[in-house]
């Protein structure tokens, strides 16, 4: 199967995954297994769905990794959106997140870490983005599963450090629930924050910017603390922080900022770049690739950053690919060992389909250098 933009889809092509554009719950726009008509394919474009998966000849044997299997997801979010819900509502009569919902999205923490903890060594393409209004909770549990991956492998390869800055690698899944709790809340505080000021397409004025740097010390004022770990606060209250001291809320440099919060930046970073907002497009994975590997040392820790580009690959397979001569391809395979040099598929003029192994490391000639 493959991933096509809905701006490419054709009529008559087969739905390999089912396309959701409303809340979690809602039943699916479209089924899998459903042939694309030319109406569908205006409403999908309508809805703003920015890519479909479909099976046909060009995606054929292309079996994209997901790290979360749609079950799991479908809960994560459900009870992402729920917790939120009320959380909204207690913020507005001045109390805390509570301790039920707490228990509920420790759980959902704890499925997702016990999900990822039983994959193979693998080159993850992350769920394909939807529309722009699912974003939050999609985003919440994207950046878990991201957030989560990293450290299930970080901590693997280099434990974590205690406070007497000893290695160890004890007591790992309890780290991870804790980590997965708040990265599924890392943006709780923004509920305290006016929507029109979160949404605003333009430029933020000083002030509206300065609203939207409290959101960490709100969210980490929501949570209590006697039912919430200060692990799981730490990432909400420093997820904005940078290695290099110019983050917010407190400007913070290096291991002062927790571990779990330095992950949490990296993975909250490439979700942003690869989803579409209302002030920006969705950007491709090279593009979320680049801008967190361009970050290693300033913005992010690099041992940290290091272990995301073992992780996410810049040419997930399934995708879809344009290469600066206009000609359109899909990545057959990658070889994580060399993520700049997918394997990929194109039409040729007369409608046979060749694989070509491309360069696409930075600087390199955008051109075929391998016939298969
Ligand atoms: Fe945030």
């Not at 089924?31 to 054929?60: H, N, P």
């Not at 939120?84 to 499925?111: C, I, K, M, N, W």
């Not at 390199?364 to 250098?369: D, G, L």
């Amino acid at each position: 199967m493959r991933l096509v933009s809905s701006r490419h889809l054709k009529p008559g092509t087969r739905v390999a995954r089912e396309v959701r554009s409303g809340p979690v719950g809602t039943a699916p726009l479209l089924l899998s297994g459903t042939l694309l008509t030319q109406s569908m394919c205006r409403r999908l474009r309508a809805l703003g769905v920015a890519a479909v998966w479909v099976d046909d000849e060009l995606g054929d044997g292309i079996e994209p990794l997901e790290a979360l299997n749609p079950e799991t997801r479908d809960r994560a979010e459900q009870e992402v959106t729920a917790t939120l819900a009320q959380a909204r509502e207690r913020l507005a009569s001045g109390q805390q997140l509570d301790s039920r919902d707490v228990e509920r999205l420790r759980d959902v923490a704890a499925s997702i870490a016990h999900e990822i903890s039983g994959l193979p060594e693998a080159v993850f393409a992350l769920s394909e983005m939807r529309t722009a209004d699912a974003y939050t909770h999609e985003h919440s549990v994207r950046v878990t599963t991201l957030g989560l991956l990293i450290a299930a492998r970080h901590w693997r390869e280099h434990g974590w450090t205690d406070h007497r800055g000893r290695q160890r690698y004890d007591r790992i899944p309890q780290r991870m629930t804790q980590l997965g709790f708040g990265l599924l809340v890392h943006d709780i505080g923004k509920l305290a924050i006016p929507r029109d000021v979160l949404d605003k397409p333009g430029r933020l004025d000083a002030r509206e910017w300065e609203m939207i740097k409290r959101h960490p010390e709100y969210g980490a004022a929501m949570l209590n603390h006697t039912t919430t770990s200060m692990l799981a606060i730490s990432v909400v209250r420093f997820h904005h922080e940078r290695w290099d001291g110019r983050g917010y809320p407190r400007g913070i440099a290096g291991r002062r900022i927790s571990e779990l919060a330095r992950i949490a930046a990296v993975a909250d970073v490439y979700d942003a770049v690869r989803s579409e907002r209302p002030y920006k497009p969705a950007r491709p994975a090279h593009v979320g690739v680049e801008v967190v590997q361009e970050g290693s040392g300033t913005a992010f820790d690099p041992t940290i950053v290091s272990t995301f580009r073992q992780l996410v690959m810049p040419y997930p397979a399934g995708h879809e690919l344009t290469l600066e001569d206009g000609s359109r391809g899909v990545v057959a395979a990658v070889d994580p060992s060399r993520p700049y040099q997918p394997r990929v598929r194109f039409v040729d003029d007369d409608g046979s389909i060749r694989e070509f192994d491309i360069d696409l490391r930075p600087g390199m000639p955008r051109m075929p250098v391998v016939r298969v």
